[in-house]
């Protein structure tokens, strides 16, 4: 049915531009779990099936407590030579994280999942890589004065829509992973399960 209640499972401004831009009605309930823990138990994974686990888990938990909803859980994980990197717990760390990454390419994994009671009926996930230029200390910390705290809440430290464009020199993938969704899959999906128009 058209205009089935959609929920997205996320306070991410990014993803709610994206809905916003694409015309998707939804009501934004921020899901709550521990990711790390979900994260542990698929350490043995790629990132893009862990992104898609957590994604998952998102829609889940809000599904739990909205019966009936179609609820749209998202994630991205970000991993630079093997190594997985979370959000920077403080403006230090992000430091860390950013001369990690100096001339390095990032890959970016953006997932979705559309969860419906106690069932999954999509799930997906993108890979976007980004080539980080050499970056100096001097225009490191000119970024983290200017950036910081907002990127707390990005994995890879930066935000593409703002300043943290300047941070590469080359970009392969679609802009929507890069923003945190697979935005393109998530809308035929959409279509799929008849909540917005085919």
Known sequence: M???????????????????????????????????????????????ETAEALSVAKAAAVAREHPDALVLGSDSLVSVEGRRFDKPSSREEAGEHLRFFSGRTIELHSAAALVRDDTCHWSGARCARLAVRALSQTFVEHYLDAEWPAIAQ??????????????????????FT???????????ALREQGAILA
């Open 154 to 175: 990005t994995v890879g430290c930066f935000r593409f829509e703002a300043m943290g464009v300047q941070l590469f020199d080359a970009i392969e993938g679609d802009q």
């Open 2 to 48: 058209i205009g089935a209640a959609l929920i997205l499972a996320s306070k991410s401004a990014s993803r709610q531009a994206m809905l916003d831009a694409a015309g998707v009605a939804y009501t934004s309930v921020p899901a709550n779990i521990d990711e790390r823990a979900v994260e542990a138990a698929f350490e043995d994974v790629s990132p893009a």
């Open 178 to 188: 890069v923003l945190g969704m697979p935005l393109l899959d998530v809308l035929e």
